[in-house]
């Protein structure tokens, strides 16, 4: 079934418009009456059924109202290092369909892309259509946010008020399994760009609180890494 997100919801009427209401009436040619599904970006499912069409809007009819089964227990913030090129245009996508809640990059020392703030802001842009894209195709109840470019400084901190913080290391030995007792709500994860992280940073890191965990023997990619995590970190809380 067709699925779209809106927040213009009135009482029982949501309205689509724009790119969605021309996309309902010329490439899908649905018809009034038509059921589809409507999500909040608060994790709540709408199914609608069509009542009326102008070329620019669809109002439709909201029949029942149900939490978005698509959405994780656990809240994982993903915190990633900038890498070269479009690989952050990979991690993005698939980082929403694994079900992260919000994606923020992060400049480390080792980050060989460093882009001026007009660059970074296109960027970001471009991730977030990335993410609204993947978020209707594999069915989110929300569509995860990108944030603003952090400063490695910036992202210690904010992680360091996290309930669980966890960075990932080639020379760590903790699995992350055995971080996850609990079934924690909400945890914060750290992933490296080309290179990794310097020991400096590991060290300032541990400072702020987090954790050190290993994705295996072997080394990952920096755009393998954060799946890697993500399907490890979903598995171990019910959530694949």
Same mark, same amino acid.
């Given at each position: 079934?067709?699925? !779209?997100?809106?927040?213009?919801?009135?009482?029982?009427?949501? !309205?689509?418009?724009?790119?969605? $209401?021309?996309?309902?009436?010329?490439?899908?040619?649905?018809?009034?009456?038509?059921?589809?599904?409507? =999500?909040?970006?608060?994790?709540?499912?709408?199914? =609608?059924?069509?009542?009326? !069409?102008?070329?620019?809007?669809?109002?439709?009819?909201?029949?029942?109202?149900?939490?978005?089964?698509?959405?994780?227990?656990?809240?994982?913030?993903?915190?990633?290092?900038?890498?070269?090129?479009?690989?952050?245009?990979?991690?993005?996508?698939?980082?929403?369909?694994?079900?992260?809640?919000?994606?923020?990059?992060?400049?480390?020392?080792? =980050?060989?892309?460093?882009?001026?703030?007009?660059?970074?802001?296109?960027?970001?842009?471009?991730?977030?259509?990335?993410?609204?894209?993947?978020?209707?195709?594999?069915?989110?109840?929300?569509?995860?946010?990108?944030?603003?470019?952090?400063?490695?400084? #910036? #992202?210690?901190?904010?992680?360091?008020?996290?309930?669980?913080?966890? @960075?990932?290391?080639?020379?760590?030995?903790?699995? @992350?399994?055995?971080?996850?007792?609990? +079934?924690?709500?909400?945890?914060?994860?750290?992933?490296?760009?080309?290179?990794? !992280?310097?020991?400096?940073?590991?060290?300032? $890191?541990? +400072?702020?609180?987090?954790?050190? $965990?290993?994705?295996?023997?072997?080394?990952?990619? =920096?755009?393998?890494?954060?799946? +890697? $995590?993500?399907?490890?970190?979903?598995?171990?809380?019910?959530?694949?």
């Amino acid at each position: 079934m067709p699925r !779209f997100f809106s927040e213009e919801i009135e009482g029982d009427r949501v !309205f689509l418009r724009g790119e969605d $209401a021309r996309h309902i009436q010329k490439s899908l040619r649905m018809q009034l009456g038509d059921p589809f599904t409507v =999500c909040d970006l608060g994790g709540t499912d709408l199914s =609608c059924r069509i009542e009326e !069409f102008s070329p620019d809007l669809v109002t439709a009819a909201i029949l029942e109202r149900r939490p978005s089964e698509a959405e994780p227990t656990v809240q994982v913030r993903l915190y990633q290092a900038l890498p070269k090129g479009d690989k952050l245009d990979l991690i993005v996508q698939k980082a929403v369909e694994l079900g992260v809640h919000e994606i923020i990059p992060v400049l480390t020392s080792r =980050c060989i892309s460093r882009p001026d703030g007009k660059s970074m802001e296109k960027k970001i842009q471009r991730l977030s259509r990335i993410a609204l894209e993947a978020a209707k195709q594999c069915g989110r109840g929300i569509v995860p946010k990108v944030g603003a470019l952090r400063s490695w400084e #910036a #992202a210690l901190s904010e992680m360091g008020e996290a309930p669980l913080a966890i @960075l990932f290391y080639e020379e760590a030995t903790a699995p @992350l399994r055995e971080m996850l007792q609990g +079934a924690p709500e909400q945890v914060s994860i750290l992933i490296g760009a080309e290179g990794g !992280f310097s020991r400096e940073e590991v060290e300032e $890191a541990k +400072a702020k609180g987090l954790l050190a $965990a290993s994705l295996g023997k072997r080394i990952l990619r =920096c755009e393998t890494a954060p799946l +890697a $995590a993500l399907s490890v970190l979903m598995y171990e809380t019910g959530n694949l």
